[in-house]
């Protein structure tokens, strides 16, 4: 079983930066891949961006591509979320998600491929 518990939600203006974390419990972090997905007031869950349980691969939505970075760091069993440049229409609430050993990065892209989910922070970003 593992825990996901999210945190550096806020308020920030158009054009602004916030970092996420989403720390996760257990010992076996560096077997899950990660993830985070964004859920926008009446829209559906979409996929964000994911990491490879190492590190060394990420993937991203092309909406965020080259606004948001993700990381991680598997010695504090964390996954970072680094937004720059936010815009209105990135306001929602943000999850994380861990697959265990996925056989590519991009299974994590699908909900279905999920494993274990955070309850999410809300990002607002103001105009």
């Known amino acids: 079983q593992v825990q996901l518990v999210e945190s550096g939600g806020g308020l920030v203006q158009a054009g602004g930066s916030l970092r996420l974390s989403c720390a996760a419990s257990g010992r076996t972090f560096s077997s899950y891949a990660m993830g985070w997905f964004r859920q926008a007031p009446g829209k559906e869950r979409e996929f964000v961006a994911a990491?490879?349980?190492?590190?060394?691969?990420?993937y991203y939505a092309d909406s965020v591509k080259g606004r948001f970075t993700i990381s991680r760091d598997n010695a504090k069993s964390t996954v970072y979320l680094q937004m720059s440049s936010l815009k209105p229409e990135d306001t929602a609430v943000y999850s994380c998600a861990a697959r265990y050993r996925p056989s590519t990065i991009a299974v994590v892209a699908g909900s279905n491929g999920i494993d274990y989910w955070g309850k999410g922070t809300l990002v607002t970003v103001s105009a």
């Open positions: 990491i490879s349980g190492s590190g060394g691969v990420t």
